[in-house]
């Protein structure tokens, strides 16, 4: 993968940050981005009562867990699938924002999700034309490996 | 798996029933409850605008459908886990509803959620002491297969 | 998926027929074709001695499982992709044999996988142009479901 | 995870490695024991023409690798159990090595399987009293990453 070499423009990493803040779900849960780069992308969750799953332990919620992390990885794939068409004008990069999806995910819940903030970390494996693969990883404040993932996003 | 005549007493149904209302995060999805039964377990989500993913197109977001797999599977690990126990009394058998963990989860994303109400169905694949696996199914209110699942349970 | 009414024409059938035959690893396996069709692809193997994994209890190695699902599975996203694509020339449908690849793979190895013939069964949850999700099952003789799986494939 | 400074003694060590090799099909793949630590396992796969399924390309087949794969987790998994229980006696301890069984694996084909030798690592992502995750890689002989996974694994 040679695209390391890419760097996100100002003005698509406007566009993607705005495209996710955008989606009503993302605003439920209070997803926060952080770095959005062709290498990595980090998102940031605060603990907030509604997000809890088990009230016996206050522990993040299981779908919290996996929204986030799929989130994160679409990002990444989305970033990848930018860095993959540098000779597509601006405007067809940013139609393929809305034509994202993800085609399947997987979650292992390692540890119960504990904390006042958590932060998802996105990596690519593997960033074909059409088919991008991202792994993730959820980790509480106190550098706790919570949960990781791998995702299979369709990027155009 | 000779529990498929085990009966879910009517209270150990409502135990079950109001350990996952009172979830917050299911709250704030809106899940509603149907069949609990040793053979399925179903559950309803009516649409609504925090729910969207692609404000684009309008359709469920990828999280809300993993969320609510990943409910649906757990609660059929629960029954599972109380039909393997019948031995128990009652009250060691609602121990276990906090003891619940999903240990993974692996969603296929089919087709675009797009409807006014979803119906999430989980079915048991294994039912062991320890270890449960579970198959789900996401169907919006035209009949369309919106998303498949299987889960990993540790129920106990 | 429209594509139900799709017969698999017999030039097409023998086709995807000796390209499975011709693999290599198949024949160590000694995987057998059943049913080839837009419907359902079925795949037999027959035990023997070489395929144990467990010495102790002589039941079948888990990656004879997940070899066996993935070329039953690979094999139902081909025939999808040949009737999503039925104006092409057989020519062009035939090339697409070699560019078929797994994107991922999931199994759940359900029950220890003892018997003298297991059968594979795969089912299409989705047929598109690029990617294909394929749904597979393994029964042993006796009829027990020994695992179930979910494979994403690049098709053409 | 404390078990890091479990320290595998020669008796066990000798005791995984015989009871993988002695696995048929494990030989059939030609799989070759590397590292077997707490930290880490490695396994080496050498390239021969029987484990080929791609024939036009010579590349692995997927098979292969989630094979091999499936095979450098569970040892993973079962160190990561011997490390919890220390305190049984070995006997107990090896009575375990019969009864290691993956629950569910998850393969990612990320790149085609090319080379002469291929090289699988394990690292434990949870080790618990009964499931143990892992994570596995396949890099061939220059160093490209083929393929990831997760296991989720029985343990006793």
Same mark, same amino acid.
């Given at each position: 993968?040679?695209?390391s070499s890419?760097?996100?423009?100002a003005e698509?990493?406007? =566009?993607?940050?705005s495209f996710?803040?955008?989606?009503? &779900?993302n605003?439920?849960?209070?997803?926060?981005?952080?770095?959005l %780069?062709s290498e990595?992308v980090?998102?940031?969750?605060?603990?907030k009562?509604e997000?809890i799953?088990n &009230?016996?332990h206050g522990?993040?919620?299981g779908g919290v867990?996996? %929204?986030?992390?799929?989130v994160?990885?679409g990002?990444? =794939?989305?970033?990848?699938a930018f860095?993959?068409h540098?000779?597509?004008? %601006? %405007?067809?990069?940013l139609?393929r924002?809305s034509?994202?999806g993800?085609?399947?995910?997987?979650?292992?819940?390692?540890r119960?999700?504990?904390?006042?903030?958590? !932060?998802?970390t996105?990596l690519?494996?593997r960033?074909g034309?059409?088919v991008?693969?991202?792994r993730m990883e959820?980790h509480?404040d106190?550098? !706790?490996l919570v949960?990781?993932g791998t995702?299979?996003?369709?990027?155009g």
């Amino acid at each position: 993968m040679s695209e390391s070499s890419f760097v996100l423009t100002a003005e698509l990493q406007q =566009a993607v940050s705005s495209f996710f803040q955008r989606i009503p &779900f993302n605003q439920v849960l209070g997803i926060e981005l952080g770095e959005l %780069s062709s290498e990595q992308v980090t998102m940031h969750l605060p603990m907030k009562p509604e997000l809890i799953g088990n &009230f016996v332990h206050g522990i993040l919620h299981g779908g919290v867990i996996s %929204s986030l992390l799929d989130v994160c990885g679409g990002a990444m =794939a989305l970033i990848g699938a930018f860095a993959n068409h540098q000779n597509l004008p %601006s %405007s067809e990069r940013l139609m393929r924002l809305s034509k994202l999806g993800t085609i399947d995910l997987r979650i292992d819940y390692l540890r119960p999700g504990r904390g006042q903030r958590f !932060t998802a970390t996105a990596l690519p494996l593997r960033s074909g034309n059409k088919v991008a693969v991202v792994r993730m990883e959820l980790h509480s404040d106190d550098g !706790t490996l919570v949960a990781v993932g791998t995702g299979t996003y369709l990027c155009g």
